[in-house]
């Protein structure tokens, strides 16, 4: 058999395996579980789950209230917002950030697909008056391939939890 052959027979047992959209999102669910253990996991969240967020959008959400973690996000457009809240609720402890990944499929099946994900990190529970008191970061996925859908996925959530570097 030669290399050609064997790639073929490779993306003739990856179609097979995704045939239906089932097999689609049961992939999904579990980079998405990958995701939320690098990126999700707080002090306070351990062993994160994908839920329903809502009407066909599922993820997961954590929270911390611990500021010198909450602190260790370097993203420059959320840090000050992070830390003047850190500062002026110092005493009274009551800084909590809510985390947020998920995703939106619109169309998904083996052929091509289109999917929104979405990353959100969310201080408007903090009880002080700020400008800024959310940051979010969306990306429309497509992919018209197996192939595309396996390669391209989990390289566009890594992108949307850039938010929470």
């Given at each position: 058999?030669?290399?050609?052959?064997?790639?073929?027979?490779?993306?003739?047992?990856?179609?097979?395996?995704?045939?239906?959209?089932?097999?689609?999102?049961?992939?999904?669910?579990?980079?998405?579980?990958?995701?939320y253990?690098?990126?999700l996991?707080?002090?306070?969240?351990?062993?994160?789950?994908?839920?329903?967020?809502?009407?066909?959008?599922?993820?997961?959400?954590?929270?911390?209230?611990?500021?010198?973690?909450?602190?260790?996000?370097?993203?420059?457009?959320?840090?000050?917002?992070?830390?003047?809240?850190?500062?002026?609720?110092?005493?009274?402890?009551?800084?909590?950030?809510?985390?947020?990944?998920?995703?939106?499929?619109?169309?998904?099946?083996?052929?091509?697909?289109?999917?929104?994900?979405?990353?959100?990190?969310?201080?408007?529970?903090?009880?002080?008056?700020?400008?800024?008191?959310?940051?979010?970061?969306t990306?429309?996925?497509?992919?018209?391939?197996?192939?595309?859908?396996?390669?391209?996925?989990?390289?566009?959530?890594?992108?949307?939890?850039?938010?929470?570097?």
């Open positions: 058999m030669n290399n050609k052959q064997i790639i073929e027979l490779q993306k003739q047992k990856i179609a097979s395996h995704f045939s239906d959209s089932q097999a689609l999102l049961d992939y999904m669910m579990e980079t998405l579980g990958n995701f253990y690098r990126y996991e707080t002090t306070k969240d351990q062993d994160l789950q994908t839920i329903e967020l809502g009407p066909k959008r599922w993820g997961a959400q954590s929270s911390e209230s611990n500021s010198m973690e909450v602190l260790k996000i370097k993203n420059p457009s959320v840090r000050p917002h992070l830390i003047e809240a850190a500062k002026s609720l110092g005493a009274q402890g009551g800084l909590n950030v809510q985390y947020t990944l998920g995703i939106e499929p619109l169309e998904l099946n083996s052929e091509k697909g289109e999917i929104i994900i979405f990353a959100k990190i969310d201080w408007s529970n903090t009880p002080t008056n700020m400008s800024k008191t959310s940051e979010e970061k990306l429309r996925f497509k992919y018209s391939s197996l192939g595309e859908f396996r390669k391209g996925f989990a390289l566009k959530l890594e992108e949307a939890c850039e938010i929470f570097l």
